[in-house]
């Protein structure tokens, strides 16, 4: 199978991702359970893993680094920790249900900073205008998992702290990519998924936590057990019930290939193939490219369109054809919306993927002529 879906889950891992999940199913028991070798060996591991990971993101303490199932969880344990109902939350117009529904179902009054696609200054200027002085929260995502596009992230942070507005970044489809200082940024929190493009396993991700937060889950913390209540200091407040080891230990692995490489030779690797696919379609008509010739404006996410076929059908004949993309909406109506656009096909990449394999997606594409 040729995989262009590395936005919605990186299927290809690191060998060492397999096998530190295989050594952690064997050998570790849960931190902070214990103090025989097999937990003291877990606690050791997971340490290791906040420390990675603060590393990359440039985090003051790997206590504030949370673990999660996913980003969705991370976003979700970020949202609940500071919206009240009725309070004015201004998001992009790319953002991922994963925001929409938690702000939703928590009664935010929202307020969309709409901006068109691969224009930064626009989307910094939809920003001014919307974080008012009412404003209590502001979500905004750094990168659509729709598109690519790059928000202005440290510039929509800047004016958030000028006007002491908390800020949630969604980091799911940047963390990785691109860099990401977590102290310089000054945001409240930052959720990313572990499975995308930090390489780890699925039921895995992180929230970086400037501030302790509200737990969503009560229970077992290994830690301050005789307070009825979640303990206050982090990771263990956020963290309750025992943590997915074999996970966590990929996740380590994957976040160490990540530093070995560097996320601007992933970054520049993943924009050249989208860069290629484009000039490879440009000759079929058919095709409605949504791309940026802005190097600053687009990862190398691509999202694209065929003029008589809708795009789940193609996504289907292009799987029988041994190609897997994602086609639909991918999970972020509001993003079709503020583009234009009723549903795409998305090519999205990990370094594993070839300039060789998009010769067979631009073959296949012929057909839709
Ligand atoms: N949000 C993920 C995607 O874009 C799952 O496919």
Redesign the pocket.
Known sequence: MIYF?A???TLQKPGSVTRAMRRAADTLGSPGRGGHAAAMAAAEEAYACREAASELFHVCSPEQVVFCMNATHGLNLAIKSILTPGMRTVISGYE?NAVLRPLREGKAKLAIAASPLFRPEAALDAFHRELTADTGLCVVNHVS??FGFIQPVSEIAELCRKRRIPLIVDA?QSAGILPLDFEALGADFVAMPGHKSLYGPQGTGLLLCARPGKPLLEGGSGSDSRNSGMPSMLPDRLEAGTHNMPGIAGLRQGIRFVQSLGTEKILRHECMLRQRLCTLLEDNPAVRLYASDREDAQTGVLSFSLAETDCETAAAALSEAGIAL?AGL???PLAHDTAGTDGTLRASFSVFNTPRELKKLVSELENFR
Do not use: G, K
Request: charge should be neutral; proline fraction near 0%; charged fraction near 15%.
């Open positions: 879906d936005a919605a889950t991922h998992n729709v799911s994602r991918h999970c972020a």
